[in-house]
T-cell receptor, first 115, second 110 residues
Framework: EAGVVQSPRYKIIEKKQPVAFWCNPISGHNTLYWYRQNLGQGPELLIRYENEEAVDDSQLPKDRFSAERLKGVDSTLKIQPAELGDSAVYLC?????????????FGPGTRLTVL | DAKTTQPPSMDCAEGRAANLPCNHSTISGNEYVYWYRQIHSQGPQYIIHGLKNNETNEMASLIITEDRKSSTLILPHATLRDTAVYYCISISGGYNKLIFGAGTRLAVHP
């Protein structure tokens, strides 16, 4: 069974440029999460989707970050414009249900460097 | 969700058991204990979880104290590939936001 797929794995951009990350969750998983991991820290949740609906986006900086999951399968996270402080690893995870006891499986992440 | 406390780092000799402790003294009755690990440059990997009873799978064993205020993750025969940051997380049913702390950096040496 294929795991969570993310692309690209690495991205280097200059500040003020836009950037987008793509995630394809494990087949059949209805819940999708985006996390951000700063260097030396644990991941922090940005947004959670139940199918197409964003049910928790309280930690998403909405002035420059946006996300979508139009068909309830794959998802895109966008930053526009990027700032130096956005340099981090962006992780996508999925689980089969939204229940808190349901295991989340993570992708390999996209490492973003903003110059 | 209860806050967890872990030692920042541990060492283990290859082939020996690695015992990683976690304190979660404020855990409530419906909160599970989850363990993930993160090998350098990879996403977090699920290891095991439990509520009250001890659990074992092909990767590890989880020992939860009777009062549920602490737990220990046991890697029975550590290998060099087990070198990683290990995260202990408590999470309640119905609330699925994993809150990662700093974790324990486990170094397995020959």
């Amino acid at each position: 069974e294929a795991g969570v797929v993310q692309s690209p794995r690495y991205k280097i951009i200059e500040k003020k440029q836009p950037v987008a990350f793509w995630c394809n969750p494990i087949s059949g998983h209805n819940t999708l999460y985006w996390y951000r991991q700063n260097l030396g820290q644990g991941p922090e949740l940005l947004i959670r989707y139940e199918n197409e609906e964003a049910v928790d986006d309280s930690q998403l900086p909405k002035d420059r970050f946006s996300a979508e999951r139009l068909k309830g399968v794959d998802s895109t996270l966008k930053i526009q414009p990027a700032e130096l402080g956005d340099s981090a690893v962006y992780l996508c995870a999925s689980s089969s249900t939204g229940d808190g006891t349901d295991t989340q499986y993570f992708g390999p992440g996209t490492r973003l460097t903003v110059l | 969700d209860a806050k967890t406390t872990q030692p920042p780092s541990m060492d283990c000799a290859e082939g020996r058991a690695a015992n990683l402790p976690c304190n979660h003294s404020t855990i409530s009755g419906n909160e599970y204990v989850y363990w993930y690990r993160q090998i350098h440059s990879q996403g977090p990997q699920y290891i095991i979880h439990g509520l009250k009873n001890n659990e074992t799978n092909e990767m590890a064993s989880l020992i939860i104290t009777e009062d549920r205020k602490s737990s220990t993750l046991i890697l029975p025969h550590a290998t060099l590939r087990d070198t990683a940051v290990y995260y202990c997380i408590s999470i309640s049913g119905g609330y699925n936001k994993l809150i990662f702390g700093a974790g324990t950096r486990l170094a397995v040496h020959p």
